[in-house]
């Protein structure tokens, strides 16, 4: 039984990710690297740099004022 096409393209936009061990010079640790290599669309990351349909930072601040989880940092500083 085969992938079908969709789940195909699924993991071909998938991140690679690979995982080494080595122990460190002196012998002591284990050293755990860890790679993440996405391949992406140049047109993608022209968008994301341009800003195109990004909300402004002023509105995200403003929502996050009116959440009752969130606590500022000057607030926190205050009840110290």
Not at 47 to 71: F, M, N, R
Request: avoid cysteine.
């Amino acid at each position: 039984m085969g992938l079908t096409n969709k789940k195909e393209e699924q993991l071909r936009r998938m991140p690679i990710i690979e995982t080494k061990f080595r122990k460190s010079k002196d012998g002591k640790y284990l050293v755990h690297t860890t790679y993440i290599t996405t391949i992406r669309p140049i047109a993608y990351f022209e968008k994301v740099v341009s800003g195109e349909g990004t909300v402004d930072d002023v509105e995200i601040q403003h929502k996050l004022a009116d959440d009752p989880l969130v606590t500022q940092g000057e607030d926190l500083l205050a009840e110290n």
